[in-house]
């Protein structure tokens, strides 16, 4: 994870994803973000980074699924396995993780229509030059 908090929260900007924390939600270190994109059923998509370390779809229903990446382990003399959930500490990275999340799942379009606009969206490529890194 190497975006710094400020180029994360200009990107959300950019893609028009707006920050809905409630003032009890900020008081338990989570924050909510909501997309310019709705589900089928008419409401936007809504995600959240949580004090804990879990990065959440926020979808309105009694499943608020969990997004952090899944490790499976077995146990000692125990045939089934087992599955975890790797917990990010950082809220910067958490922010990272779940904009990230946000682009590849509903981003990945040729083209997405927000407040009627198009945006296309282009592949992020990078060039290390000298030990410099330049974005194209």
């Known amino acids: 994870m190497n975006m710094t908090k400020s180029e ?6 950019l893609l028009d994803i707006k920050e809905v924390t409630t003032p009890r939600q900020a008081l338990n270190g989570t924050r909510e973000f909501e997309l310019p994109i709705k589900y089928r059923w008419g409401k936007n998509i809504r995600l959240a980074s ?5 990065v959440r779809n926020q979808n309105g229903c009694y499943s608020n699924y969990q997004l952090n990446k899944v490790i499976r382990y077995k146990e000692k003399g125990n045939r089934y396995y087992n599955y975890k959930r790797v917990l990010i500490q950082k809220e910067v990275d958490r ?3 779940l904009l990230k999340f946000a682009v590849r799942n509903y981003y990945t379009k040729q083209q997405v ?3 009627k606009q198009v945006i296309n969206i282009e592949p992020e490529v990078s060039v290390i030059v ?6 194209l």
């Open 130 to 135: 000298n030990g410099h890194r330049y974005n």
């Open 95 to 97: 922010l990272e993780y």
């Open 50 to 54: 949580f004090k804990t370390g879990y």
């Open 113 to 115: 229509q927000v407040k």
């Open 8 to 13: 994360i929260l200009n990107t959300m900007k």
